[in-house]
C-alpha cells in the first residue's frame, strides 16, 4: 500500500515562508511525477506546481514564489513556499504519479496566511 504523507503546513504572515513536504512510501513502482495541488472550500482542487525528471511547471500564480523539489532517493518532494500572500491559503495536497499510471494522493496539509 502506498502513502503519501505531508508535513510542513501552517499559519505565517504575509510575506513569509513555509516549506511543505510529501513523503511517499509503501509498494512504489517507478515514480513519474510529483506535485502540489490546492483546494479551498467549494473550489476544485488546482494545480500549484509539479515535477518530473524533465523538469518542473508552475501555476501561474505563484511561479517566481513557490519552488518544487524532489529526493529521488527519498521518494520526498518539497515546495518552498516564499513571498507568501492571503490568496495563497488553502489545503495543500501532494500528488505522485507513476509509469504504470497510477495515482496517488496526500491527506492534505492546511497553509494560512494572515496577519
Known amino acids: 500500500q502506498v502513502q503519501l504523507v505531508e508535513s510542513g503546513g501552517g499559519l505565517v504572515q504575509p510575506g513569509g515562508s513555509l516549506t511543505l513536504s510529501c513523503a511517499a512510501s509503501?509498494?512504489?513502482?517507478?515514480?513519474?511525477?510529483m506535485g502540489w495541488y490546492r483546494q479551498a472550500p467549494g473550489n476544485q482542487r488546482e494545480l500549484v506546481a509539479r515535477?518530473?525528471?524533465?523538469?518542473?511547471n508552475y501555476a501561474d500564480s505563484v511561479r517566481g514564489r513557490l519552488t518544487i523539489s524532489r529526493d529521488t532517493a527519498k521518494n520526498i518532494a518539497y515546495l518552498q513556499m516564499n513571498s507568501l500572500i492571503v490568496e495563497d491559503k488553502d489545503v495543500y495536497y501532494c500528488?505522485?504519479?507513476?509509469?504504470?499510471?497510477?495515482?496517488?494522493w496526500g491527506q492534505g496539509t492546511q497553509v494560512t496566511v494572515s496577519s
Open positions: 515535477i518530473t525528471n524533465d523538469g518542473a
Open positions: 509503501g509498494s512504489i513502482s517507478s515514480i513519474y511525477a
Open positions: 500528488s505522485m504519479n507513476t509509469w504504470k499510471r497510477e495515482d496517488y
